[in-house]
């Protein structure tokens, strides 16, 4: 079994900073990409960030040169540093890991406000 979670979320106003955190626990063999996924009210979940076999990072075009993702392999965390925070930005954020099986964490939400 393997959980996740994540923290780090929270309000913030628009121009701020934020990081996210998600660590992973549990059974895992090898850890092929982590990422982040967001939603928005009323919107359909969309990829934020991945990191690919742990060197390869993609970025959605919307947080490209604001987003930041990183990766600590000896704890089984990924990281998302977000800077230039927009109100667009607001959703609840989803940590994804995929290994064996896909996993997902719970969400944690970001509010970014005007």
């Known amino acids: 079994q393997v959980q996740l979670v994540e923290s780090g979320g929270g309000l913030v106003q628009a121009g701020g900073s934020l990081r996210l955190s998600c660590a992973a626990s549990?059974?895992?063999?090898?850890?092929?990409?982590m990422g982040w996924y967001r939603q928005a009210p009323g919107k359909q979940s969309e990829l934020v960030a991945m990191?690919?076999?742990?060197?390869?990072?993609h970025y959605a075009d919307s947080v490209q040169g604001r987003f930041n993702i990183s990766r600590d392999n000896a704890k089984n965390t990924v990281y998302l540093q977000m800077n230039s925070l927009k109100v667009e930005d607001t959703g609840v954020y989803y940590c994804?890991?995929?290994?064996?099986?896909?996993?997902w964490g719970q969400g944690t939400q970001v509010t970014v406000s005007s």
């Open positions: 549990g059974s895992i063999l090898t850890i092929n990409d």
């Open positions: 994804n890991l995929v290994a064996n099986y896909v996993y």
């Open positions: 990191i690919l076999g742990g060197v390869i990072t």
